[in-house]
């Protein structure tokens, strides 16, 4: 069983930064696949970055350049930098991870993860 609690969501102007964590506990250290997913009301999650057990990430192309996925496996922590932010970007965003061997790359899907966050929201004001 895996736990996973977000944090660092806030409300931040256009170009300006966040910097997401999720807390990863229980068998955080045999997860293969860590994604972060982000929704926002009336529409399906939407996969933003993933992030494979040896270290290999992708990301969706309208946050390509402005996001890093990283991870602390010390820690038990999974990270998203997330650099000039856009009201696009409004949305709440959710950790996901996946112990058994995957497609660990964008697009990925709901159902492609056994474990979630509860989320953690983030606005961004023109």
């Known amino acids: 069983q895996v736990q996973l609690v977000e944090s660092g969501g806030d409300s931040v102007h256009t170009g300006g930064s966040l910097k997401l964590s999720c807390a990863a506990s229980g068998y955080s250290n045999s997860v293969f696949c860590m994604a972060w997913f982000r929704q926002v009301p009336g529409e399906d999650r939407e996969g933003v970055a993933t992030i494979e057990s040896d270290g290999y990430t992708t990301y969706t192309s309208s946050v390509e350049g402005r996001f890093t996925i990283s991870k602390d496996n010390l820690k038990g922590t999974l990270y998203l930098q997330m650099n000039n932010l856009k009201p696009a970007d409004s949305a709440m965003y959710y950790c996901?991870?996946?112990?058994?061997?995957?497609?660990?790359?964008?697009?990925?899907?709901?159902?492609?993860?056994?474990?979630w966050g509860q989320g953690t929201q983030v606005a961004v004001s023109s």
């Open positions: 996901a991870a996946e112990p058994k061997r995957m497609a660990c790359w964008i697009p990925v899907w709901d159902s492609d993860f056994s474990y």
